[in-house]
């Protein structure tokens, strides 16, 4: 199995729709080995020193193209990134080979110890300067470019003087990185905000990004007010289905990752979900491959 | 303006803080009237996910205290505790320290050494892959060089005794057994947790047994194993225990330097 893995190379994440991998469906992929284009998983889940989860995705990695999607880096710390967690990252990325890289445009290391949920980040100048040498950092260590994503934020701080997308743009464009456009964050964010998706998806170079998110999200009423948590337990909503076809009519399709976290479906459900997303891939490149004829 | 490390490590008081927010830490948030319960997703997060974490490693703890109890233990555990790694694969490590020093729990005095067993069910199940021991090696050996062999127990196996029955106790709450009282006058119960290939194997084993592996482990020879285990049980019949376990997964594979010269 190692020898199959040590001899392949990075296998490309190709322009279909992925799903999340988690521990709950890896019995079903490998029995019924779904057609679907790709995995992500968080590096972090499989930094174990051994067992089950990475048998596992060795298993699986031989049958799909893999995308690395790390959260615990917390490239916008005021922190030094952890060379260990980096260099275990590396390992990872060695061992499996992932088409795809990334990491979110956050924070989750203010002291000693960890948040593990994704903070928001103040966007200023002295912490573009400094997220963009903690790209850097990265993919120097990985010898690769990384794809950053945009967050989902519920509040703003008075110090921020950088509208959030330049920013997101900006730390990509000045380490050399690739965006990863998670809609259901533009969504979540705007809406939290009020600020506009249709500018916030103007801002982002189309050329600069390198793969989708789409997740669900909950409501919660802050009195009377409704603040979007994005909580990946629901089916994607029909807002984000809709924001999510006109950027690929505009732009093209894009390999489009969909993501649960908590609420975790059947397999069959998430699967159903990941061929409504190439549905719309598939009528995009259709109407781009008449236009060309 | 704040230099960006001093308003992450307010944030971060604010996160873990069991009080609402300071004035300090609201006042650096655009104010639309909302900021306590904007800021207050990010503190109920904080505490709810670190949280299903702590359920995932202890789902016995969970279901003997009620999901409520728990919720309150473990965020109370977030707060005092919170995770020092980047991965969360074996967060909850203090947690039945934790567990033991709740004076409302004194009550039910098995929780702790529950906790470690199923702390340690978690750690067998990330631990080092390692090949185990087979016939083959030890045929090879005369029985001189058996007795001074350090044989070494697979890495990811962790030994537990307890005053409580917590064997019986772990088994009566695995999903799909049926409700039964065990009673405390049961006695106490040592525990073998290690997962030689896939499966993480959850074993009660005699006083004796268990003293003898934790010799082994401690990189003691057979010889000087046996002795230790038979102070501790005189009942401890080795070759009863050979016979059941040196070929089930409880040893790696024999190293080039696994005997003495």
Known sequence: MKETLANSVAAPVPLRAGAGLKPKHYQAIIEQRPDIGWFEVHPENYMGRGGPPLSYLERIRMDYPLSLHSVGTSLGSHLPLDVAHLNNLKALVERFQPGLISEHLSWSHGYEWYTHDLMPLIYTEESLKLIVEHIDQVQECLGRTILIENPSSYLQFKQSEIPEQVFYVEAAKRSGAGLLLDINNVFVSCSNHGWSVEEYIAAVPHEMVGEIHLAGHSIQDLQGTRLRVDDHGSPVCAEVWQLYQSYINANGALPTLIEWDSNIPEFTELYAEVRFAEEFMNRTSESCHEATL | ?261
């Not at chain 2, 299903?52 to 505790?81: N, Q």
């Not at chain 2, 290690?194 to 010799?215: D, H, N, T, Y």
Request: charged letters at 20%; one cysteine or more; proline letters at 5%.
């Open chain 2, 1 to 261: 303006m704040k230099p960006l490390s001093e308003l992450q490590q307010m944030f971060c008081d604010g996160l873990r803080s069991s009080a609402p927010p300071s004035t300090l830490l609201l006042n650096e948030i655009v104010d639309d009237g909302l900021q306590l319960e904007r800021f207050n997703v990010y503190r109920n997060n904080f505490v709810v996910l670190n949280g299903d974490a702590l359920a995932d490693m202890y789902p016995v703890i969970k279901r003997l205290l009620g999901a409520e109890a728990f919720r309150l233990l473990a965020t109370a555990y977030v707060r005092d505790y919170p995770p020092m790694d980047r991965a969360l694969l074996l967060y909850g490590e203090r947690f039945a320290d934790f567990l033991a020093a709740v004076p409302e729990l004194s009550g039910l005095p098995y929780l702790a050494d529950v906790a470690r067993l199923e702390f340690a069910w978690t750690a067998a199940y990330h631990a080092d892959d390692v090949a185990v021991l087979g016939q083959h090696q030890v045929a090879a050996l005369s029985p001189d060089a058996l007795e001074n062999l350090r044989l070494q127990p697979h890495p990811s196996m962790h030994c537990i005794s307890s005053d409580y029955p917590i064997y019986s106790i772990w088994l009566a709450n695995q999903d799909g057994q049926m409700e039964e009282t065990i009673s405390l006058d049961e006695g106490g119960s040592q525990v073998v947790v290690i997962r030689p290939k896939v499966e993480v194997e959850v074993r009660e084993v005699s006083p004796g047994s268990l003293a003898f592996l934790q010799s082994l482990a401690f990189g003691e020879t057979i010889g000087t194993a046996y002795t230790r285990a038979v102070e501790m049980d005189a009942e401890f019949d080795l070759h009863a225990f050979f016979a059941r376990h040196l070929f089930d997964g409880t040893f790696c594979e024999l190293q080039n330097q696994g005997t003495t010269d």
